[in-house]
């Protein structure tokens, strides 16, 4: 079933050079010997910085503010945010103004990300990480006439809209979809558009992120029973890694042509592959993973995406 929305026409004009991400069939031995069909949805080749699940997200929320005649969006994240990275740049297209609240004290040197922020004229804010976490939770109580407030990692209903519609691009004749979890936004706009006898695996990339399933279920109109959130790989923590999945990107990347960031697809997909092995997945499943983006982020990892380079706190 295919979804048609009408959006503001500068919005629109966006979304017809962007068209469709391709379906990428994936080849790999662990694949083959348990007779999986991998397709990749490639929502990372998209845009080269409006990518994977941001324009999914971002579109009708922005496409609402510019229905109230906001001119300015403002939102938060941390130095590496993948969401204010895609918001600037969507901000800057749009002839919109865009503010940006930080997690943390300026460092003397910006890091690459918010180096593209200040470049594409987003204003920084940046603030204690307590009063960083009385924004997560009360949003921006004294916003101006004018301003539209999006919530960390832009999650709010509308963004649900923008990912049911990346579904309907996958056609029909796939048994389950897989992808990375952070909010549970995208997570649960999945679950909504996908057809009832399809399982949905979120990868959780946070620790302790048991919370998630609540999250997830107050995105939801009703309830459903075809998903579940996979807890056991985040690698310690949000942007942490380790030498396996590392090793595991290298080999996948090596293979595939596909690139990789450890934050979030490539933590799906070592979980994905690890279940492949364990035989979790019936032989002849035809499975789609998302490519969730975010390959911004790589750049927070330095040439040897040693971990020791990322300050994992401030994603
Ligand atoms: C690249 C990338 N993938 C996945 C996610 C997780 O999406 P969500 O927060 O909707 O679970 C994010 C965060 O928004 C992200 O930046």
Redesign the pocket.
Known sequence: MQRAHFMHPSLQSIESQLGHSPLTQIAHPVLSQHKIDLWLKRDDLLHPVIS???WR?LKYSVDHALSLGCDTLVSMGGAYS??LHALACLGKKLGMHTIGYIRGERLQNLTPTLSDLAAWGMELRFISRADYRTLRWQGLPGKLPGQYWLPE?G?QTLALKGVMEMVDELGTGYDSVCL????????AGVIQAVPKRVSVLGFAVFRKAEFLSDDVNRWLRRPYNNWQIVHDYSFGGFAKTGPELMAFIECFQALTAVPLEPV??GKMLFGLFDWVAKGYFPPGQRIVAVH???LQGNRGYGHQRDQHTVNANDR
């Not at 990375?180 to 997570?187: I, N, Q, R, V, Y």
Request: glycine share 28%; hydrophobic share 15%.
């Open positions: 994977g699940n941001k997200k993948n969401h990692g999650a990375p979890c952070g909010t549970g936004a995208t997570l979030y697809t969730t983006g975010g």
